[in-house]
């Protein structure tokens, strides 16, 4: 997806004339240390503890000071979850800015707090609150492919905030800034780190090119066996990529009224079960508001919003979707932010939150989770026919500086849908880089 | 030497048959998407979507049974090489047929009686046929003094056997749609047996449009997404002409036979086709292991040829001697059906063979019947379109004859099928499918 100025403004001709480089980011790939050591440990949250012991037993180093650092630190752990007053939070600067200074290339900064919701003394809900100015702050500041992020906690389980520090620690979070995820008490035990999705059944939805393919790429290669749907016209693609993953092809119509029993039928009847759904088909119809027919707000509506509605109907009827299954939206910046000319767009990738949000509480007690992403400029086909300064303005209005990669997005859907993340629901991730649009 | 207590193996009781799946690419008409496609590309496509379908990247399969009929010299181990090229894995046998028409048919023939002896558990049977990539080759003349100056032994008997090259050697020679036999195209030989039954124009325009007809609306209705894989841009068969109708189609002028009485046209024959196709067929004990559930059972087939030369038959009427064959085999009438799949050569092929079935001296003198057949329900005859809407690349035709009959059976809840293909040399190869 390289186009002639990127090539031009990334040559070492550009770097000599001082055009700011973006960093190559870290991503994830199995078998790689969880991130770089040392990790700074501190804070005196009720966190801290377990999360200092697990990081020893995945060999990562750690360390309780910046100073026994003695030198570059990989990324910073800081549980404030405890802090009950604003004055407490002096020890974000106090413990992390010499941290922060030491922090090496694609570092982490990563804050435990706790869940304001949950919470009722004024001055503690005020201080808990803070942290999320204070991390969306920093997450602008910090340099080098870093990032900061924000876990807040419900409770005080510690399976969830584990699941959330260890996504943004790795290089599965490489394109994740600026983000608050709450992690519920929901508990999940140990699960093999390599395949954590082993003998799981995942649908993908708009599965035969750009985000979908990579969705299904990763679901498998996490050890999920894979049923790639797209409508019948890809078919082509479609197979290429089902073969690829392993998987099988189900060419469907997601707007079509049976698509919800048929996807739950092949799922149960092909391979046993249904374990995983991530919706992500999805179009774009763009015309600006006075502008828009009904044949664009309509279709856009259908496949984005309806569709998934429809289809939710059948995959958590009977014999659906399993008792701790997953379910997974993509959104888009746009939902958020809006975007000219996407009233239509922004309307169902807007939805697609509501939807999320209800949803996930409505089946909770199965043990579903219901999340979403929210990409913000990811470098695909779709991308590349933005005209050339907007994209080239979409590309680079975010802390990271750069577009993300299909990957990125579906590396945050492969940690939702993860037996680890449990505790994880009804949130939305931006996967944006941290983009100034809708922040 | 083995002992004397080796006894002699019991043969084993025959299994059945079935059919789990198909896979095609689209049909086009040749020289349009598919003219630059090679028969090992679409052939590969077929598979691959067929793989896709079934999740069976990756596996091994008994055998893959595939053929073309236009086939390059290079491509003797077509199917081999096919299978090389997909995601099957690549330990998995393959071996090529040609039974012109007849070869898709035959192939799921010899792959179901593989099965039904237990020799293999589940294999692939294909086809595939490009009018477009057809294969060119140099003319007999220059093919004779190129071998003669290769046997040469010095420079100059080289420089000799160069010498009897003559200019019009160099005219090369390109595949021709005619009867090695008798010199005349099968059309040709379509419009004097159309003529002799007395076969009208009109009963063929009105076959040829209920095809397109059906054709479309099986689209319409989603029953090709189960069995249709789009290739380079293509996701219907081009052919495929919705608003065909019976005022339109007698606009056309004939294409085949002479004078007044000359009743074929484009219209109401099969046009030059590229396309491929390949169906899945299994043990019932593999298809469960594999949690794939069949669509229908390959119950018997029969092959029958017609001495078109010297024997006063019509070159396609081979079928209408292999049905009576396979229904008495099978205790059948021919009303015992709730399908019809007769491969729409032309629609005279298809009208005569039903007249021929119908008429008490054909089934008397020629098959040797008490009574005729008898006529069908026309209602249940090619129900979902057949090669005068869909095309008809050679090989690929008897593929996409039995998915679609297979599927169709299933969406039915049960029933009988009856498959007829008449095949180039007098030949024609019929199949039963049950659900």
Redesign the interface.
Known sequence: MTDLFTTIVSSPVAKRVGVPQPTRLRRYEPGLPLCEGPVLVAGGGRFAEGIASWLARAGVATVSTAADAEGKIGAVVLDLSAAADPGELDQLRLLGAPAVKALKRNGRVVVIGTDPATLTDVAEVTTQRALEGAVRSLGKELRAGATANLVLAQGDAPDGVRSAVEFFLSGRSAYVDGQVVRVDESTSGEVDALRPLEGKVAVVTGAARGIGAEIATVLARDGATVV?VDV?????A???V???V????L??DVT?DDAGRRIVEHAT????GLDIVVHNAGITRDKLFVNMDDARWRSVMDVNLRSVLRMNDAILGEGGLADGGRIVCVASIAGIAGNRGQTNYGASKAGVIGLVTALSRQVADRGITVNAVAPGFIETEMTARIPFATREIGRRMNSLQQGGQPKDVAETIAWFVQPGAAAVTGQVVRVCGQSLLGA | MASQSAQRTAPRAPRRVAIVGGNRIPFARSNGPYAKASNQDMLTAAVDGLVARHGLAGERLGEVVAGAVLKHSRDFNLTRETVLGTRLDPTTPAYDIQQACGTGLEAAILVANKIALGQVDAGIAGGVDSASDAPIAVSEGLRRTLLAANRARSAGERAKALAGLRPAHLVPAIPENVEPRTGLSMGEHMALTAAQWGITREAQDELAAASHQHLAAAYERGFFDYLVTPYLGVSRDTNLRPDSSVEKLSTLKPAFGKGDGATMTAGNSTPLTDGASAVLLASEEWAAEHRLTPLAWFVDAETAAVDYVHGHEGLLMAPAYAVPRLLARNGLTLQDFDFYEIHEAFAATVLTTLKAWEDPDFCRERLGLEAPLGSIDRSRLNVNGSSLAAGHPFAATGGRIVASLAKQLKEAGGGRGLISICAAGGQGVVAILEA
Not at chain 1, 246 to 249: E, I, Q
């Open positions: 790639a019948p016209a890809a078919g082509d479609l197979a290429r089902a073969n690829e392993k998987g099988t092809a060419q469907l079509s009847a092909r391979h046993g």
